[in-house]
């Protein structure tokens, strides 16, 4: 008996990894290899801890329901084969009335899967003990679109993360494609969970909703709540919805890098609503163009949601200072209003902070003021000692007129308020100029260059003037910009190691030759490519998958070599080259 058991906990303990080598739905298998739905199936058999990854890319069509995963399984999709960034897996539910991928287990993980059309919800997390789950990671989020219920449901599950995933949009946040009830719904208990760098537009109903009580300390941030890239689209009802005795949990933090941007949403950009729902701070982020005309506002209690907390009155607003009173202590936060006009939506409420200005604290008499640069009409936001914030102030103008910085795009701002960012090409190098009116916990910029604004490289880095609120200028001068168009942006490091990144900016300088010429483009037959420099050359197709590679050493230089094409599909490829000093992608185009 004894020797059994132990066979049997080294069975179950036994980390194996998985691989989906068939599209087939539901499909078989042999050994470790077989269809998706075989691979769960034998790793929930053999409990313990596993690894699914894949050797194929493309579509599964769910025909009907995936095992639940009842073992803790990671669901790799990064691991396809030329898998870059955008998921490479989609599993197409066909609008069955089954959910997509149902988490059961604790320490189960989803990453760089699209997972579209389910009858019911799209991801779920169906039980109390499922806690440590991650649906998406760094690099590798998910797509949970077309859901006829919720795109996530995280039913009583803790400590989760949900990270770099779109909800309700494609991956490049340029379609509707909305779930039918909320983005992210997360109930029935489900606490300490952190919504991070998540795109969560076009669903029915709230984009998120955490509600019930004990669905407590959980945290969203660095997300995009209502637009997509090419319009102001938006959320049926609510931004994000606090609701029946949900508490302590928080919108943002006290890291400018976590600010949110709510913006475009029908209702409410945050309402809180219920007596027992309290101590939900919501710090600095970005509102814009929710609340239409109805009564709707920025940030709105209801039902003694945050014990109805007050908002603060602002008593005087000029271009350097704004005062005003509240309960003692608040934590006050400050704002330049949504200008509905210059946004794009006239009608809407001003009660909304579309530019974020600073934060002070309130003395024990209640009273608080604000010293720096300010314009447009200002509104505050309060939160008291116990974490009630309040909704926004009646605004007050500072006579300096101004329009926001913030619209209602897909955009989230820099926690540095960029005045201009240009760049010139002078004698050829290229030297880029900007300038700042504001700075929250920057330590430097870092300066990165693209041949094609697709990927970036460091190429310089410029010290900050870290917390200012007065104007900053600088300069980096490029002294061997690429021949031809030259992309740059600006990434914004933070003191606590926050990233966030500027606008594209770009121009035609005649600087060094590039690496590599690639000729005829459009090509037929033949692919003649010529190489200056050592580099590493790499041929994918849209889909990320590798066409060719090759290698030109520094022995082989200068050289000459040409590629038979003629079993390539027509369409549009991109060639990686990567030197020594740059990584620069080129477009070609392989016609029949």
């Not at 942006?489 to 190691?497: D, F, I, V």
């Not at 003649?528 to 590679?549: P, Y």
Request: with cysteine; glycine share 12%.
């Amino acid at each position: 008996m004894i020797v059994i058991l132990l066979l049997l906990v080294a069975r179950h303990a036994a980390a194996t990894t998985y691989t989906v080598n068939s599209l087939d739905h539901p499909g078989t298998g042999s050994g470790t290899s077989g269809s998706l739905n075989w691979c769960i199936t034998q790793a929930n058999a053999a409990g313990g801890a596993h690894t699914i990854n894949f050797s194929v890319t493309g579509t599964i069509n769910v025909t009907s329901a995936l095992p639940a995963f009842s073992a803790s399984i990671t669901l790799d999709g990064s691991s396809a084969p030329g898998f870059v960034g955008t998921p490479l897996i989609k599993l197409n539910g066909g609008g069955g009335s089954y959910s997509g991928l149902r988490l059961s287990a604790k320490d189960c993980k989803v990453y760089a899967i699209a997972v579209d059309d389910f009858g019911t919800t799209g991801i779920s997390v169906t039980a109390d003990v499922a806690d440590n789950f991650e649906i998406g990671g760094s690099g590798k989020g998910c797509v949970v679109t077309n859901s006829g219920q919720y795109g996530i449901l995280i039913t009583g599950g803790d400590y989760g993360k949900i990270y770099e995933t779109r909800v309700g949009t494609d991956w490049q946040g340029t379609l509707c494609q909305g779930n039918e009830y909320d983005g992210i719904n997360l109930q029935s208990g489900a606490s300490y969970n952190d919504i991070y760098k998540c795109w969560i537009s076009c669903n029915g109903y709230a984009g998120i909703r955490i509600t019930g009580s004990n669905s407590n300390y959980n945290k969203v941030r660095a997300t995009i709540v209502g637009p997509i890239s090419s319009t102001c689209s938006y959320n049926g009802y609510y931004g994000i919805e606090i609701e029946s005795g949900a508490s302590y949990n928080e919108i943002g933090s006290a890291s400018a890098a976590d600010r949110n941007k709510i913006a475009g949403n029908q209702y409410d950009g945050i309402t809180v609503s219920g007596s027992g729902s309290l101590y939900n701070h919501i710090y600095a982020n970005y509102f814009v163009c929710n609340a239409p005309p109805g009564g709707y506002e920025g940030v709105r209690l209801t039902s003694s949601g945050n014990s109805n907390k007050s908002a603060p009155v602002i008593t005087s607003a000029s271009a350097i200072t704004v005062s005003g009173t509240s309960a003692a202590n608040d934590e006050i936060t400050v704002y330049r209003a949504l200008v509905p006009s210059s946004a794009g939506c006239s009608g809407y409420s001003t009660k909304q902070g579309a530019d974020y200005f600073g934060t002070t604290t309130a003395t024990a008499t209640g009273n608080w003021t604000l010293s720096g640069s300010f314009s447009g009409s200002v509104t505050a936001m309060a939160t008291s000692t116990s974490g009630n914030s309040s909704p926004f102030a009646t605004p007050v103008s500072t006579g300096v007129t101004a329009s926001n910085v913030s619209t209602c795009t897909s955009v989230l701002l820099l926690p540095v308020e960029l005045i201009d960012f240009s760049v010139q090409c002078q004698s050829g190098r290229a030297v880029l100029d900007w300038t700042t009116a504001s700075e929250e916990m920057i330590t430097s910029f870092i300066i990165q260059r693209s041949g094609n604004a697709l990927m970036f490289d460091d190429i310089g880095e410029v010290r900050a003037a870290g917390d200012a609120l007065t104007i900053s200028a600088y300069r980096f001068t490029d002294e061997k910009p690429f021949s031809g168009f030259n992309y740059y942006r600006l990434k914004c490091m933070g003191a606590n190691h926050e990233i966030s990144f500027s606008k594209v900016v770009a121009a035609e300088c005649s600087g060094t030759p590039s690496t590599v010429s690639v000729s005829p483009n459009p090509a037929y037959d033949v692919l003649i490519i010529t190489c200056r420099d050592a580099a590493q050359l790499t041929l994918r197709n849209t889909s990320g998958q590798v066409v060719f590679e090759k290698l030109f050493a520094e022995e082989e230089l200068p050289a000459k070599q040409s590629f038979d094409i003629t079993s390539l599909p027509a369409g549009i490829y991109l060639l990686e080259v990567k030197d020594v000093q740059s990584r620069q992608i080129q477009k070609v185009v392989v016609q029949r």
